[in-house]
């Protein structure tokens, strides 16, 4: 059924538990991380592959997902005896120690009420009223992770950057298993250092006003935030693609290049990671390898309008200029697809 479905958590789920019960653990790990990644808000989900973190000895992981369970059902007496139970043994995967009140004093009036209330006006896409039912919680209860992350949601369609950023660092720290948030914090941040580096080479450019740092924080805070959620999904190509961009950013070549190669492998089927990679192994001198996967992308899509580009100047490089000159030409005729530097 898992094969047929790959993408229904609650089988992935079950077959999970399955492969614990026989003792398989890193294969129910595997299958485990698939549930959380669909449905990320289940808390049960968490504490099912926690368990099996700390059978297989992982207390560190163990105890990040059981964290993360708490944070989106305080009052699940099982999850607090397991939480107990784990940080006797485990330390958590390089955060703080953990806290035991998320929600202090009376602040779980309602609680499965409104989480109910938001998740499902964000399903519905009602991001105005999204947005107002979830300040109206986080007046009473500041550090409801369930509406900082669907307002973080509902203000991203607003591309109100800086918020949504606030909001989904408040997720990342009190759920840190849920590697999506880690991933959407690093997206953020690096997107937030772009803006503000367009913004100074304007000012520096056009206003002669000279150009303050463009935040560099922000590419350390969105690389830290990446290797936490791949710590949690290391089988997740798309943020190894960002990652790789990220790293790209900060001049690190080497490895940029590593997570483009990963994110390939896989999933052989993204166009981004194949052209990212070539662009890299360009800069790197490594023709030969840049062109296999310069080929690769555009035999994926042969309109690909960056990567047909690309291909002439890597002919041009090997000192096929006809060929450059005609795959150049056959590449201005078509429009632009997209930019892998291009988040949102």
Known sequence: MHTETPGNAETANALGLMLAQIDRFDDAIIVLRRAVATEFLNPGYYADLATA?????????????????????????????????????????????????????????????????????????????????????????????????????????????????????????????????????????????????????????VMDQPSPNAGPSYLTEAGDNYRTALFHQPDDAITRLYYGNLLCDLGDMSGSSEQYHLAARLEPGRIAAHYNLARAMLRAGELTQASDQVDAAIALQPGFREALGLKAILLAHRGDRLGAGMTHLSAIDLEPKFSTEVYF
Not at 154 to 163: D, E
Request: with cysteine.
């Open 53 to 205: 973190y700390f059978n297989s000895g992982d207390g560190g992981r163990a105890l990040d997902c059981i964290v993360t369970s708490l944070a989106l059902d305080p009052t699940n007496p099982g999850f607090h005896k397991a939480a107990a139970f784990i940080s006797v043994d485990g330390a958590r995967s390089g955060k703080e120690a953990l806290e035991t009140e998320i929600y202090p004093g009376n602040q779980l009036g309602n609680f499965n009420v409104d989480g109910r209330t938001i998740t499902a006006l964000l399903d519905e896409r009602n991001y105005y009223q999204v947005i107002a039912e979830g300040r109206k919680i986080l007046i009473r209860r500041p550090g409801d992770v369930r509406a900082h992350y669907c307002l973080a949601v509902a203000l991203q369609s607003h591309n109100h950057v800086g918020p949504v950023i606030d909001h989904l660092r408040v997720v990342a720290k009190s759920m840190p298993a849920f590697a999506g948030a880690c991933k959407g914090l690093g997206d953020f941040l690096h997107q937030a250092w772009r803006l503000k580096a367009i913004r100074n080479e304007f000012a520096e450019a």
